[in-house]
């Protein structure tokens, strides 16, 4: 079992950055590939930006590239959201996700075993 806490939402001014970290409980974390997710009113959640066990390989959706960086401390079970120059279309509840299935990086909400109860984040334009 993992158990998944996320922090670092907040209100922000559109062109603001945020870094939202997410804090496991696992004693393995490394064994674990994480995700972000994020969902908003109305909207399915989506795949925001994956890293795999050693953090060497990471992927994102075309929306956030360039602005949002993933990054993970192994030594520090925690993995981070870097989130700059942010827009109005980036407000949502941010998830954290664990999985140990085969594979670098998942970017189906699907492959997820685990996840954290999430954190709001809301641009203002």
């Known amino acids: 079992q993992v158990q998944l806490v996320e922090s670092g939402g907040g209100l922000v001014q559109a062109g603001d950055s945020l870094r939202l970290s997410c804090a496991a409980s696992?004693?393995?974390?490394?064994?674990?590939?994480m995700g972000w997710f994020r969902q908003a009113p109305g909207k399915e959640r989506e795949v925001v930006a994956t890293i795999s066990r050693t953090g060497i390989i990471t992927d994102y959706a075309a929306s956030v590239k360039g602005r949002f960086t993933i990054s993970r401390d192994n030594a520090e079970n925690t993995v981070y959201l870097q989130m700059n120059s942010l827009k109005p279309e980036d407000t949502a509840v941010y998830y954290c996700?664990?999985?140990?299935?085969?594979?670098?990086?998942?970017?189906?909400?699907?492959?997820?075993?685990?996840w954290g109860q999430g954190t709001q984040v809301t641009v203002s334009s």
């Open positions: 696992a004693r393995t974390f490394s064994s674990y590939a």
């Open positions: 996700a664990a999985t140990r299935s085969y594979g670098a990086t998942h970017s189906s909400r699907y492959e997820y075993e685990y």
